[in-house]
């Protein structure tokens, strides 16, 4: 008989505590070319079940000890996957129980004496289902990245920024705990553009974001093209000097890629301003405000030298901004 490579590599993890039905179980699958691993009972279901990860479980419902519907139960804990399918096999045909075997987490049943071809197109209907839904699930994830990440820059683009930035103002929030928020210009970009060329704009865009995705370390924080040469770093927990010198590593680090930039009007590299914003966020309020109080930040910058960070903090109704000049420039 031919096989299938679905049968090749599936596992099923029979469990019954008669030896005469597993054995019986093994050979049949077996012979359909499955492999095949064997629990006498439920908790040494578990412990297999935890080591060899099987594709579909058939599960003898009525068992000593711990019988089929606890055992279906504690295996839904332990599938981390949720993508396992369990086949209940039971002698009791009353609606009670089967109704009990759906609620406990089987996906179907098949009742003794077990009729063998029936059997055989159910396990194979199950594991095809499985799979098909894995790998549903990892399409999805692929298609969710593909309309979150910046096509060129391959971080996070302008809608990730924002459902982020607002998860984040929330959750901080609550915790009342610090959100920081950096934005980023490349300094004099429409010049590059216009002396070397779109392609090559490109290229510095992709060197500037890989700069500084490569500064900001923690799995937390998040570097998104904001727009065009614009780009934003959120830093959830985090105060404003630990921001601010977050900032002025990424104009380092920037300015460290000798970009060579002829027509820059404050030196020959390409260089890059920086605005940099801390608030504990108040409970429904909108996180567009540390945004403009970024923004504004990333002007003051501009305003003052370019090359360089600026921190806005609001003092009364007057913002007061700290200048961080470049050591190029002090």
């Not at 179907?108 to 594991?127: A, E, F």
């Not at 809608?159 to 915790?175: H, K, L, P, V």
Request: proline share 5%; with cysteine.
């Amino acid at each position: 008989m031919t096989t299938t490579p679905l049968q090749k590599q599936s596992l099923i993890l029979i469990v019954d505590d008669e030896p005469f039905m597993r054995a019986q179980l093994r050979l049949s699958l077996q012979c359909e070319g499955y492999r095949t691993a064997e629990a006498q009972d439920g908790r040494e279901a578990l412990a297999i079940f935890h080591e060899l990860q099987p594709d579909i479980v058939l599960l003898d419902a009525i068992m000593p000890d711990m019988d089929g519907f606890e055992c279906c139960t504690r295996l839904q804990l332990l599938d981390d996957s949720q993508y396992t399918p369990i086949l209940m096999i039971t002698g009791l045909e009353d609606q009670e129980s089967v109704d009990r075997a759906f609620d406990v987490g089987a996906i179907d049943y098949v009742t003794k004496p077990i009729h063998w071809p029936v059997l055989r197109q159910r396990v194979k209907r199950l594991i095809q289902q499985s799979q098909l839904q894995q790998k549903l699930e990892v399409a999805n994830r692929e298609l969710q990245r593909l309309v979150t990440i910046d096509e060129l820059t391959q971080i996070a683009n302008r809608r990730r920024f924002e459902e982020y930035c607002a998860q984040e103002w929330q959750r901080m929030a609550r915790e009342q705990l610090p959100l920081s928020l950096i934005l980023c210009d490349v300094d004099f970009f429409k010049s590059y553009n216009d002396t070397y060329g779109h392609r090559a704009g490109d290229r510095c865009l992709q060197f500037v974001a890989k700069a500084i995705q490569d500064t900001v370390k923690r799995p937390a924080d998040l570097v998104a093209r904001y727009g065009g040469e614009e780009f934003a770093v959120i830093l959830p927990r985090t105060y404003g000097d630990g921001a601010l010198h977050i900032a002025n590593r990424i104009c380092a680090a920037v300015r460290k890629l000798a970009i060579p930039h002829s027509n820059s009007k404050i030196g020959n590299y390409v260089t890059i301003s920086a605005g940099v914003a801390t608030e504990i966020p108040q409970p429904n309020s909108d996180f567009q405000d540390i945004i403009d109080a970024a923004d504004r930040a990333l002007y003051q910058a501009k305003v003052a030298g370019r090359d360089r960070s600026e921190q806005y903090i609001q003092q009364s109704s007057s913002p007061v901004f700290f200048m961080n000049p470049s050591p190029q420039l002090a």
